[in-house]
Structure formats: C-alpha cells, structure tokens
C-alpha cells in the first residue's frame, strides 16, 4: 500500500504524516504540490501546515495548486483522501467534503489533546479501531470550528457522515457543530478531520491511538480489494 | 508610504548627522581613523548600525570574554550564528537564546512573531533544522490593562510565527515582575538538530564567489529598527525611536528554511548568514570578516519591495526573512533552482573580493561581476571596520550604593524575616502561591502554542525541562530556559549564577547530560555605572557557575537599555541550556508515579526568603536574607542526580525551585494524579523549609527497593538525604516536625505552624485559575487532568 | 484598454457565528460606548482589472469573488467599482 501525502509551500506536518504512514506499515512518498502527479497512492493525505500561508482563508489557495485536480480525480474514481487539520480546510474549501471551517468559538489558537468518539467503524479509515475506544490525539489549530447550515447539519447526521465527535473529558476545543471533529463526503472515501492522528502514532509521544487510523487504511487495502462499504 | 516620505539622512541644521545617527563624536574620531578619511553619509550609516550596541556588543564584549567556552562536546561556540554541540552518532545540535524586547514594547504581536523568526534563522544559518522554541516572558503587573495587552499580543505572536513555521514550543516561563512594567522582556531560545558534516558558518570564502541574496524583497520595514532601538532607553514619547515595525512573514520563513537547508545538504553554498539587525551591511561584512576576504555589493541588483529607496535605507533595512549565501558561480544554476523551487526569489548582488573591504556600487557589474567603467562607488568600508574591529568600551562599573550580598555559605544568620509564621497554615500559603501569577499553571499560554508538530515531542512542560526524541536513535534532548529576577534585584551576581544552576538542574533531573549553554542577559543602561555594574556581576555569575558545574558557555545575546520612564528591569541573566539523554524512554518527569513509592528531598534548606515568591506574597523580607548558592555542593548534587538517573533509580525528580519544596511537592502531585503522606523536620522558621527557594535541592520518588541504592549514591556524594514519606491518595499532607511546628512548639508561642493537609483537587484548583484570574480571562477553560 | 479598481466586501453570511463581531461589541463597553450593537466582521480586498470595458471587468471581478474571496457557505460578497481609468500611457515625458 502506498501513501502519497502532498506537500504544498506552507505544509508542516508532511514528515509527520510520511513518519506516521510509515510506521503503519506502508510505503509513503512526498507529492508535490506543483506536479498533478499521486505516483501510485492508494491513499492521499493532505497533511497540516498553513498552505500557502493560509492567507485569504485557510485551505482557500492550496485548493487551486495543481496536484489537487488529481486529488479529484482520485477521489472521484473511489481513491481513498484523508485530510488533517489544514487538510481537512482544504477539503472543505474544494469541495471534497461537506462544510466549513470558521474560527475557533475561543478565537485563539487552541493546542490542546483531545479524545474522539468513532460515530462509525465500516470505514476505511475506522475499521481497525476496537468498539467503543475513545481515540486520543492533539487539535492544534486557529481555524477549526465545524460549521453546516442546520437543513445540511441534519442531512450529514442522516447520511451516516460525521465520523468523528470530540468527547469528554477534554469535550470540544473550537465549539464546533454537533462536536464534529471530522467528516466523510457522500461517498465515503474521503475524509477530512481536525485532530491530528499522525502526531499519535507513538506511546512515546503520548498516545498511538492515532496509528489506527491509518493501519485501518493499510490494513482495508492491503490486499489490493479495498473493503468499504458506502455511508447509510 | 510615498517617496517624499521617505526617511532621509538629512542632518536638522544644529545636529550633525552622526549624532542623529546615535554616534558619538568620539566614535567619530574613532571611524575616521579606522578609514583615514571622513566618512560619506552612507558609510557612516552602516558604521551607525554595526556599531550600535545591538550589533556591536562594544559595552558587553570585554565581559563576554571572561565566559568558559571550551568543551568536549563543543562544535561551534561563541561568534558563530548559534552555538553547536554534538549529541554523538555524526549528529550535533544548534541552540542560542536571543532577545526582542524592544520591538515587542512597541508592537506585541509583530516583536514577539519577528523574535521568532530571527532565531529559527540563526538556528538553520547553522544548517539545522529547528525542532524546538522555548520562551522566556518577563511582563509587570497582571492587573495593569498595558501588562495584558503585551501579553496577548506577546503571546499570540510566539504561538503565531512558531505555529505557522511547524516549530514546536515546548518550554519557557512566563515571569511577572513590577520592574518590567514599562519594559517586557520578550527570549527567545530555538533548538535545531543538524548532521555534522552539514554544519555551515557564516562565511565569505573565495574571492570571485557570488553573494546570493534570497528571501523577500527589502523594504523600509525597521530601518534602524532592532540595532537603533535596542541599543537606546525606551521613552514613552520618543517617535524618533520608534522606526517601522518589522513585520513577519512565517510563511515566507517557512520556504526559506526549505530552501537553505536543501542548499546545504546539496553541497550547494560555501557560506550562509541570515539578515537581521543592520540587514545587509551586518551580512556581507560579517561574512567577508570572518573569511579575511571583501564583498561588493551592487546596490542595483537588490530586489526591493518599495520605489525610490536611498542607498542608505537598502543597506540597513531589516526586512525579515532574508538570508545572504555565498556561492561557486558555478553552482550558481542549481541554487536559483531550489530557490525558485521553493517560490524564494533569489538574485546576485555582489561577489566576494579579496581586497577586504565592504564595497557598495551603483551603476552595475558586468556578468562576472566586476564593476563597468561607469558604476559609481558609494562606499567602501574595511570589513573589519564595521564588525571584529568595531569600537569596544571597557565602561566604569560602581557599585550601587544601596547593595547586599548574600550570606557566604555558613556564615552565621542575621535576625528575623519579619514573615507571619505565627499560628501560619501552610495549606492556605501553598494554595496562595499555586495561585499566583508566577506559579499558577501557564495553560493559558500553552494551549496557544503548538507542542506537538514535528511528532517528536516527548514531554512540554511549564516548570520543568520540555524533551524531545532524536528520530532513528535512541536519544532525546532535555531543554530548558530560566532566569530568577527575584535574587537578581538584590543581587545580579547570585541571581545569574543560580539561574545557571537551576537551568542545568532542570535539564538534569530528566536525566539529561547538559551539553552547554546559552544566555540572554537583559540590562539596563551601560553607559550608567550601576547598570554596568549589574551587567558585569551577572556575567561574573554566568562564568562562575558554568566553571564550577562544567558547562560551556556557547553563545548568546546581549539586551541594554531595557529602562523606561518607570525605570531599569531588573538584572535579568535568562539562561538557556541543552542536554542529551541516552535512552529517551528512560527519561525522569516530574510526576509521581505509583502509590507506595518513597518520597525523598535531597540537598537541604539554607535560611534566606529574600527574592522569594513566598516572601512577594507575604509581603516582603528583608534583603540581606538572601538564600546562598555552594557551587561545589551544587555540583555534587548535579553529579549525584545524573548517576541516580542512569542507575535507573528515580521513578520521579523535580527541581526544587519556585515557590520551595511545598510547591515542588505540589507539582509531582497534581501532575502525577496521586497524593503524599508526609512529614518535614522544620526549624523555627517553617517557612525556610516549606516555601524557600534556597538552591541545590531536588526531590524525587524511589520504589521502596531502590531507597538504599538512592542512599548510596547519596553519600558518595555527600549529599544531605531526607525520606519525607510516601506516595499515596488524593491528598497533599506535610506533618511538621521540629522546633518551628505547632505540635512541638505551641508552648513556646513564636514561629509556629500547623500541618500542611490538602485535596488536590484543591490544590490543582488554584493551580488551573491562577493565570486566567490574573490576566482578567473569564472565558478560558483550563484543559483537564494534563500537567 | 482600461483599468477599474473595485473593491470586494466579503461578509459572515447572517446566522453565521461572527466571533470577532461578538469579541468587539463585547470591548465596546469598556470604550464607555453602549449604543452599538450587531457588529460583524469581514474582510475587503481591493484589485485593478485591466478590461475593454466595465461589464468585463465586473464579471472578472464577480468570479474571483465568488470562487476564491468568499466562501459561499458562510460568507456573502459585494463588488464595488473604486475608480477606473484609461491605461494606455503616454509615450512621452509625463
């Protein structure tokens, strides 16, 4: 299984999300974000950082750069897309997943380490989380407050494509909608979220809950037939 | 801002220019018999900027060379952008701490976020990459709306540039103080890790190499900017110093350290200097200095971001995010490619001569840059001139009139403190003290600074030394950065030396080995002779203490003229220090860890609350009780705690520092989500032993098997050993033995106290409010159970 | 040619938690002002568009509103034309 996470001028978190992958099990490459080129990925992640500095709005510029018509078009045949924090902006600000980002409720930026609920486990990227585990991995973040017009709010909860809520004790760090944390798109092969798991792959580190995420990706496509079952 | 706006060298008709530039006449004399000749008005310029205090160190440079700077795991010291140690295994480690204070008095936001920026770039300068930022805050008064507006803007520029950047920050200390009020003291220290064989200096070999400008266009922004006002007293009405704000781009920064570390890992650059204070003039003559070689710079070929710039304003602008690197011509085509790559314009403005001086011409160079017949020279300056051979000042010291000096050690003890210990509950003090805006817990600050990007942080912490892991070894890094202001306004020399010490036992209680240190050393007015001699006695502390506990000095900074209309900061040595650890997993922390383990104190009180925070909230103690500092007996502390870690013995440690042994204890519980049942032999002063901060004192936890070995150790040292008790509940209990305990000493009615007793919750309580309160933040929610 | 300069509002879409707006009013008090209130926050950009006329310049400028100034989801937008003037310089000395 290969992982190919784009590197746009501003990103921060690419050798984070390339560690990480590895130490999922897969192999992982740098795409940059000049060459509409995934060289192969199964798997495409958008890692944090401040593409493009994250001037304009967040996630708003690196949404033109060329490799993202091939993220697209990836994601349009069924490829599989995480987006982390600016990622998941990204995602947003292209329309690959539904909603958007606004300022943190707090209006500062907020690092703090937070705990999610799995709303789901017949995804690609939750199927090796184990029922009911609380997962347990840093926001660190100014814009993340998940907002959806209320009618689009209740479709999404309907559709089965909130896939991750922040949960207690640690509770909602940017006052978010319904405590959203992260969201698939209609298909479910794309999805975005605030916490970042690449940055919990080590006990070391504090938590290797995050690894689950991605083993979940590595282990669904390992053997080439990738296992998803579409949202309700 | 339109061009007949523009910033002119124009003298006003009874000030010479020279003066208005904030030379002397006497440095006048000086810079013309370094020429032979009068300088123009732009040599004189850059000679007003390289020899500003800021750039020159011309006050503080004969104390600075008193500092040890040899050791065995030394790299690059003293002189170079950031000093480098190395770690083993073909790896070394590039660290400085440096100031900003001025720029962020006059803009929070944009001195603290270009405060960053200048230190990342001195760190990858060094071919590093930064993998770490510590921050050392001093502010006044919480309540004052000025202090909360410094600190949110101070705040929110650290955590802005560094969040932005992808550098973790995963330290510092945020430190409240009446004196810094019409003064903040923003430090910054930046930690890099590098291969060896990468190290870069920042040199201009080969005559006929290209000098390389990359990085944003010049602009107007702070002209004079950190040399002119870092090298002069703040007024609060002064416009004349308060130039253009730098503005940071961390956006641009981040590309840059891409770009500059792709360049030096290819082999592609033979010398690399960043561009801070004195923006280009510091660069090229710095460069050319330290090869023996000249440079020419070609005025016309420097990308600028405004129109009809003088000559003047394009050579000391300090535009951030620019970097100077000198190149092989024929490397030239790769460089402009990973530069252009990366989206970093790039151009030539000059090459390097060998004739020694810093040229500046208009009207072009040819391809192999040498000047056409027509090109106009608009200054020639001998490197050396501006930089190794600047002015140097060996300036009057005197002593204050009102001075006090701590007790030497066993010297016998002057009467009272003057402190209500009478029928004293020391659970109401230590919940006091958790409460206050020195001690209370800093994740108000912290939860607005990235601590995890990088994914190899181990441990950030407010009190304690933040580790990160080397990824694809074993090891990690201990980090850490202190300054103790309250001993240094009674005494500079004690306050630098026992922030060294503390620094050091910060880093070692981890068990760290510390590999060398860096110091930023915040002073006043040199030209005053009790601010000179404050700053020399700090260094005399700095240099004594490094000497007695090994450790090299490899780097630093110096900040003068941090006076305001309300007066001089105190004597503020802010000390950085770095250490390896062997075996990151086997790292000590703070934090209890399992009921049942043995709590021990190591090293033992030494009377003296001057200085304390204990005695800032109980009023104030007399000054000659300041606690004294045994370096010998420091350093067997320092040697006995490192063998206790490496032995495997410590299940926790945690310096004894601010706020005493009680607030010590405190931590190791609230961190660690378990309590302690203990007893503490007092003397008649409970205080001194509860809430001192005398030094050389570590308390830590062993399983109950361990004890003996602990003990051991403890002996071959000769170090003082008291089991306090043991872990256990969700209660803080002291039981006070001895003549200053009401048990024993209700009879006699004088210095009495009562057992200290408890509920974390309480504790952890007043711990989470205190900053929040303090700064006025009602809608702040502390984050839970994280320590 | 011509060149027309226009300025873009870009607003929080109404219902939108305006945080900066809300952070604002809730300052005003300590400024001793309490008769302002719905405060919002937005941002303007202001560009020149080189165009044979208005009507293609406002289209250019309508298009970058809506795909790259504003997000449609939460954010409204108005262009407003600053200034225009004929780009065609002279030749010789001005």
Redesign the interface.
Same mark, same amino acid.
């Given at each position: 299984m290969r992982v190919g996470v784009v590197v746009f001028?501003?990103s921060?978190?690419d050798?984070?999300a390339l560690?990480?992958a590895r130490l999922a099990g897969a192999e992982a490459v740098p795409l940059w974000h000049e060459t509409p080129d995934l060289r192969g990925a199964g798997l495409v992640i958008l890692p944090?950082?401040?593409a493009?500095?994250?001037? +304009? =709005?967040a996630g708003?510029l690196a949404r033109?750069s060329p490799i993202m018509a091939a993220v697209r078009d990836h994601a349009a045949r069924g490829g599989l897309v995480l987006g982390i924090c600016n990622g998941f902006q990204v995602l947003a600000?292209a329309g690959l997943v539904p909603?958007?980002l +606004?300022?943190?409720?707090? +209006? =500062?930026?907020?690092? =703090?380490?937070v705990r999610l609920s799995v709303e789901r486990r017949d995804t690609p990227f939750t199927r090796a989380v184990p029922e009911g585990m609380l997962l347990r991995m840093?926001v660190?973040h100014?814009e993340g407050?998940y907002? #959806?017009?209320d009618a689009d709010l209740d479709r999404l909860e309907a559709s089965g494509q909130v896939l991750f809520r922040y949960a207690a004790?640690?509770g909602n760090p940017n006052?978010s909608l319904h405590d959203i944390a992260g969201v698939l798109d209609a298909g479910g092969r794309v999805c975005g979220l605030m916490p970042?798991p690449? =940055?919990a792959?080590?006990a #070391? #580190?504090?938590s290797d809950d995050g690894l689950l995420l991605l083993r979940s990706v590595v282990e669904s496509t390992a053997d080439g037939i990738p296992r998803v079952s579409a949202p309700r | 801002m339109s061009a007949s706006e523009a910033p002119r060298v124009i003298p006003a008709a009874a000030v010479p220019l020279h003066r208005q530039l904030g030379v002397t006449d006497f440095e006048l004399d000086e810079i013309r018999a370094r020429l032979g000749r009068d300088p123009n008005d732009l040599e004189l310029a850059m000679f007003s900027v390289m020899w500003s205090e800021h750039c020159s160190y011309k006050s503080s440079k004969v104390l600075l060379r008193t500092l040890p700077t040899a050791g065995p795991d030394v790299v690059a010291g003293p002189g170079e952008n950031a000093g480098v140690v190395s770690i083993g295994d073909g790896l070394a480690v590039a660290f400085k701490l440096e100031s900003h204070n001025h720029p962020s008095a006059v803009e929070p936001y944009q001195g603290a976020a270009t405060g960053v920026g200048g230190i990342l770039r001195d760190i990858f300068t060094m071919g590093a990459r930064p993998i770490a930022v510590l921050d050392g805050l001093k502010f006044g008064d919480p309540a004052a709306p000025r202090t909360r507006h410094l600190v949110r803007g101070v705040v929110r520029g650290v955590g802005g540039y560094g969040n932005c950047v992808g550098v973790p920050t995963i330290g510092g200390e945020l430190v409240f103080h009446p004196s810094y009020g019409g003064n903040p003291l923003v430090n910054v220290m930046a930690v890099g890790l590098l291969e060896e064989r990468h190290l870069t200096r920042a040199v201009a070999p080969g005559p006929g190499n290209l000098a390389v400008l990359f990085g944003s266009a010049t602009g107007r922004d702070g002209i004079g900017g950190a040399s002119v006002l870092a090298s002069a007293t703040f007024g609060e009405d002064d416009p004349s110093k308060r130039p253009s704000v730098q503005v940071g781009d961390p956006f641009a920064e981040k590309l840059l350290i891409e770009a500059s570390l792709e360049l030096i890992q290819r082999g592609l650059v033979e010398g690399l200097q960043d561009l801070g204070a004195a923006g280009i003039t510091c660069a090229v003559s710095e460069t050319a200095d330290r090869a023996g070689t000249g440079i020419l710079v070609d005025l016309d070929a420097i990308p600028r971001r405004e129109e009809g710039m003088a000559p003047f304003e394009v050579m000391i602008s300090e535009s951030q995010e620019r970097m100077l690197a000198i190149v092989r011509p024929q490397r030239l085509d790769e460089v402009v490619e990973v530069c252009g790559r990366w989206g970093v314009p790039a151009a030539v403005i000059g090459r390097v001569t060998d004739d020694g001086l810093v040229t500046v011409v208009t009207g072009g160079v040819d391809d192999r840059g040498m000047p056409r017949p027509a090109t106009e020279v608009l200054a020639a300056i001998p490197a050396a001139a501006l930089t190794s051979d600047a002015i140097v000042y060996d300036r009057p010291a005197q002593h204050p009139t009102h001075r006090r000096l701590a007790p030497a050690p066993g010297a016998p003890e002057s009467a009272s403190d003057h402190l209500p210990v009478r029928g004293m509950d020391p659970g109401a003090v230590l919940r006091g003290l958790l409460g206050s805006p020195n001690l209370g817990s800093r994740a108000w600050v912290t939860t607005q600074y990235d601590a995890t990007v990088g994914s190899d942080t181990v441990e950030a912490s407010e009190r304690a030394a933040g580790i990160l892991r080397i990824k694809g070894t074993s090891k990690g890094l201990a980090c850490a950065t202190d300054a103790v202001a309250g001993v240094g306004a009674f005494d500079p020399y004690l306050g630098a030396a026992l922030a060294v010490a503390e620094c050091s036992r910060n880093v070692l209680v981890t068990g760290a080995r510390p590999l060398g240190v860096t110091n930023c050393l915040n002073f006043g007015d040199p030209e005053k002779p009790e601010a000179f001699w404050q700053l020399s006695e700090a260094v005399r502390g700095v240099g004594d203490a490094c000497r007695a506990l090994g450790l090299p000095v490899t780097g630093g900074n110096v900040s003068l003229y941090n006076e305001s209309p309300d007066g001089r900061i105190v004597p503020t040595a802010q000390i950085g220090v770095v250490g390896v650890l062997d075996d990151v997993e086997r790292r000590v922390t703070p934090r209890f860890r399992q009921a049942g383990d043995i709590v021990v104190l190591l090293g033992e009180a030494v009377p003296g609350l001057a200085g304390s925070e204990y005695a800032a909230l109980a009023g104030s103690a007399v000054e000659e009780r300041l606690p004294s500092l045994d370096l010998a007996r420091e350093a067997a502390l320092q040697a006995m705690i490192l063998a206790a870690a490496r032995a495997g013995v410590l299940a926790s440690a945690q310096d004894v520092g601010g706020g005493g042994l009680a607030v010590a204890l405190a931590e190791c519980a609230m961190w660690g989500g378990v309590g302690a049942r203990l007893s503490l032999r007092v003397s008649a002063e409970p205080a001194v032993e509860l809430f001192g901060e005398s030094p050389s004192r570590i308390v830590v936890t062993v399983r109950p098997a361990d004890l003996p070995r602990l003990a051991a150790l403890a002996a071959e040292h000769g170090i003082p050993l008291e089991p306090l008790g043991e872990v256990g509940g969700d209660r803080l209990q002291i039981e006070l033995v001895g003549g200053g305990a009401a048990g024993a000493a209700e009879e006699r009615g004088a210095n009495v106290a009562d057992a200290l007793d408890c509920a974390l919750a309480a504790l952890r309580h007043a711990w989470e409010q205190a900053l929040p309160r303090a700064l006025g933040d009602d809608e702040f929610t502390p984050p839970p159970g994280d320590g | 040619m011509a060149s027309f300069r226009y300025a873009v509002s870009v607003m929080p879409k109404p219902g939108i938690l305006d945080p900066q707006g809300r952070a604002v009013e809730q300052s005003l008090p300590h400024l001793g002002v309490d008769s302002v209130h719905a405060v919002r926050v937005g941002r303007r950009v202001e560009l020149t568009i080189d165009a044979a006329g208005e009507t293609d310049a406002r289209a250019v400028a309508e298009r970058l509103a809506g795909e790259l100034f504003a997000n449609p989801l939460i954010e409204t937008w108005s262009v407003e034309l600053v200034s225009a003037a004929s780009s065609v310089r002279s030749a010789g000395p001005a």
């Open positions: 001028p501003g921060n978190c050798r984070d560690h990480a944090g950082g401040f493009y500095g994250d001037y +304009l =709005r708003v033109f600000e909603g958007a +606004l300022r943190n409720a707090s +209006l =500062r930026f907020e690092h =703090r380490w840093p660190a100014g407050c907002y #959806l017009p004790p640690e006052g970042h690449e =940055r792959a080590e #070391l #580190l504090g | - | -």
